[in-house]
C-alpha cells in the first residue's frame, strides 16, 4: 500500500448527478471467483443522482490553481492537468474516459501517446455467444478479423466511450496532486439483464512521476457467473507499417519487433492472454517503444485483475484488456488499478510493479490518496 500525504483535499465536483447518499460502490477483489465487498468511496464523493442518466455539461468552474506544481484547469468539457513531469488532458464530452488522444506528454523528452488515449473503458461482457433471440443490434460479433473467433457477449451498454457522450466528473487536489474522479451508469442491457450497472475512473497524476495511476471500478445491477469489462490498456497504438514505434512489451509473452504488426491478424491469431490458459505472468505490463524515444506503458498492478488482454493488428495495434472475469451478484463488482505512462526501460516499469503489488483500487482519504 502506498500512502501519499498533503494538505486537506480540495474538492470540485459542479453538478455531480452520480448516487444517492445511501448508495455504496463495493469492490470485488479478482483473486478466485468470489471475494468480499469493500467500500471505495469517501462520504465527499456520495453526490446526488439524475435518474435519467443524461448529464449536464460541465461549463468551467475556477480558473487554474496550484497545489505546488501539480495544477488542473478546466476549460468548457475539457480538463488540462499538469505536473512537474506530464501534462494531459481528460474529455468529458465527446470521445469520453481516461486520458484524451495525443495529451499525455513526458516533460523529460517531449514525447507524447501514439493512438487514441489512454485507459479508454467500453461495456461488461460474459464468456459465450448471445442467446438467439437477442436483438441483432445487441449481439457481439465474433468470427472475424477484428473480434476473432471467441465467443462473448454483451451485458451492460453502450460503449461509454464513444456513446456515453458525456460524464460526470469530481476534481480533487492535494499537495502536489491532482485526482480526477468519472463515473457512468450503463442504460442499456440485453435480455435477460437489467440495465444500471455503473463504473467509475480514478486518474491521478503526481509531481515526480512520469506516469499516472488510474482505477476502474464496476458494479454491477445483475448476477453473473463471470462479468468482466473491455478497456484499452495502455492504449491503442496508430501507426503506418511500425514508422513511429520500435517494438512492443507484453511480460506475458516478451520483446515483440515492429515489423510483427506490418498486417492485420486477429486476437486470437497471436499475442494473446487468456487467463487459465496463459501461463500467469509474475507483472502484468505492456506498452510499446516510442522511435527514438521512451516506453508508454500500461502496468496493471495485481495481474490477477486480468480476464483477457489483446495484441493485434487491425489497422492499428489494438491493445484490449479484459478485467475482472468474476462471479458476482447484483450490488456487487470489481475493480483494478494501473498505473500508465513513460518509462526508460521495462526494469523500471517492474519496479513501480513490485512497489505497488496487488493494488487493485484508490482510495482518497482528508488529504491523502491511497493505492490499495
Given at each position: 500500500?502506498?500512502?501519499?500525504?498533503?494538505?486537506?483535499?480540495?474538492?470540485?465536483?459542479?453538478?455531480?448527478?452520480?448516487?444517492?447518499?445511501?448508495?455504496?460502490?463495493?469492490?470485488?477483489?479478482?483473486?478466485?471467483?468470489?471475494?468480499?465487498?469493500?467500500?471505495?468511496?469517501?462520504?465527499?464523493?456520495?453526490?446526488?443522482?439524475?435518474?435519467?442518466?443524461?448529464?449536464?455539461?460541465?461549463?468551467?468552474?475556477?480558473?487554474?490553481?496550484?497545489?505546488?506544481?501539480?495544477?488542473?484547469?478546466?476549460?468548457?468539457?475539457?480538463i488540462?492537468?499538469?505536473?512537474?513531469?506530464?501534462?494531459?488532458?481528460?474529455?468529458?464530452?465527446?470521445?469520453v474516459?481516461?486520458?484524451?488522444?495525443?495529451?499525455?506528454?513526458?516533460?523529460?523528452?517531449?514525447?507524447?501517446?501514439?493512438?487514441?488515449?489512454?485507459?479508454?473503458?467500453d461495456?461488461?461482457?460474459?464468456?459465450?455467444?448471445?442467446?438467439?433471440?437477442?436483438?441483432?443490434?445487441?449481439?457481439?460479433?465474433f468470427?472475424?478479423?477484428?473480434?476473432?473467433?471467441?465467443?462473448?457477449?454483451?451485458?451492460?451498454?453502450?460503449?461509454i466511450c464513444?456513446?456515453?457522450?458525456?460524464?460526470?466528473?469530481?476534481?480533487?487536489?492535494?499537495?502536489?496532486?491532482?485526482?480526477?474522479?468519472?463515473?457512468?451508469?450503463?442504460?442499456?442491457?440485453?435480455?435477460?439483464?437489467?440495465?444500471?450497472?455503473?463504473?467509475?475512473?480514478?486518474?491521478?497524476?503526481?509531481?515526480?512521476?512520469?506516469?499516472?495511476?488510474?482505477?476502474?471500478?464496476?458494479?454491477?445491477?445483475?448476477?453473473?457467473?463471470?462479468l468482466?469489462?473491455?478497456?484499452?490498456?495502455?492504449?491503442?497504438?496508430?501507426?503506418?507499417k511500425?514508422?513511429?514505434?520500435?517494438?512492443?512489451?507484453?511480460?506475458?509473452?516478451?520483446?515483440?519487433?515492429?515489423?510483427?504488426?506490418?498486417?492485420?491478424?486477429?486476437?486470437?491469431?497471436?499475442?494473446?492472454?487468456?487467463?487459465?490458459?496463459?501461463?500467469?505472468?509474475?507483472?502484468?505490463?505492456?506498452?510499446?517503444?516510442?522511435?527514438?524515444?521512451?516506453?508508454?506503458?500500461?502496468?496493471?498492478?495485481?495481474?490477477?485483475?486480468?480476464?483477457?488482454?489483446?495484441?493485434?493488428?487491425?489497422?492499428?495495434?489494438?491493445?484490449?484488456?479484459?478485467?475482472?472475469?468474476?462471479?458476482?451478484?447484483?450490488?456487487?463488482?470489481?475493480?483494478?488499478?494501473?498505473?500508465?505512462?513513460?518509462?526508460?526501460?521495462?526494469?523500471?516499469?517492474?519496479?513501480?510493479?513490485?512497489?505497488?503489488?496487488?493494488?487493485?483500487?484508490?482510495?482518497?482519504?482528508?488529504?491523502?490518496?491511497?493505492?490499495?
Open positions: 500500500m502506498v500512502v501519499v500525504p498533503s494538505r486537506p483535499a480540495k474538492v470540485s465536483h459542479p453538478k455531480a448527478p452520480r448516487l444517492a447518499a445511501n448508495v455504496r460502490l463495493p469492490v470485488m477483489r479478482p483473486e478466485g471467483n468470489e471475494a468480499n465487498a469493500v467500500h471505495l468511496l469517501p462520504p465527499t464523493l456520495r453526490c446526488r443522482r439524475q435518474s435519467d442518466n443524461k448529464f449536464d455539461s460541465h461549463p468551467a468552474r475556477h480558473a487554474a490553481t496550484t497545489s505546488g506544481m501539480a495544477s488542473v484547469h478546466v476549460d468548457g468539457a475539457l488540462h492537468v499538469e505536473t512537474d513531469s506530464l501534462t494531459a488532458t481528460v474529455a468529458t464530452e465527446g470521445y474516459t481516461g486520458v484524451k488522444d495525443g495529451t499525455l506528454v513526458d516533460k523529460k523528452t517531449g514525447a507524447h501517446d501514439l493512438g487514441y488515449g489512454l485507459d479508454i473503458v461495456f461488461l461482457m460474459e464468456p459465450g455467444a448471445s442467446a438467439e433471440t437477442t436483438p441483432k443490434e445487441l449481439r457481439y460479433d468470427h472475424n478479423s477484428y473480434h476473432g473467433d471467441i465467443a462473448k457477449r454483451y451485458v451492460a451498454l453502450p460503449q464513444t456513446q456515453a457522450k458525456k460524464l460526470s466528473w469530481s476534481i480533487f487536489e492535494g499537495e502536489q496532486w491532482i485526482a480526477i474522479c468519472q463515473w457512468y451508469r450503463w442504460d442499456v442491457a440485453p435480455p435477460p439483464h437489467k440495465p444500471g450497472s455503473t463504473w467509475q475512473q480514478w486518474l491521478v497524476f503526481q509531481d515526480g512521476l512520469r506516469h499516472f495511476f488510474a482505477c476502474d471500478t464496476v458494479v454491477s445491477a445483475n448476477d453473473s457467473d463471470c468482466f469489462m473491455r478497456l484499452d490498456m495502455p492504449g491503442h497504438l496508430q501507426h503506418q511500425g514508422d513511429n514505434f520500435e517494438q512492443v512489451y507484453l511480460s506475458y509473452h516478451g520483446y515483440i519487433p515492429s515489423s510483427e504488426f506490418a498486417a492485420d491478424f486477429p486476437p486470437d491469431g497471436k499475442f494473446l492472454y487468456q487467463r487459465g490458459k496463459t501461463p500467469a505472468p509474475q507483472r502484468m505490463i505492456r506498452g510499446y517503444k516510442i522511435k527514438n524515444g521512451p516506453w508508454l506503458a500500461g502496468l496493471t498492478l495485481n495481474p490477477a485483475s486480468v480476464y483477457e488482454a489483446w495484441c493485434h493488428q487491425r489497422g492499428y495495434i489494438c491493445f484490449i484488456e479484459e478485467i475482472g472475469g468474476v462471479k458476482v451478484k447484483a450490488g456487487q463488482g470489481f475493480s483494478a488499478a494501473y498505473a500508465i505512462g513513460y518509462f526508460d526501460d521495462v526494469p523500471a516499469m517492474e519496479r513501480v510493479c513490485d512497489r505497488q503489488k496487488g493494488a487493485t483500487r484508490i482510495e482518497l482519504q482528508g488529504g491523502h490518496y491511497k493505492i490499495l
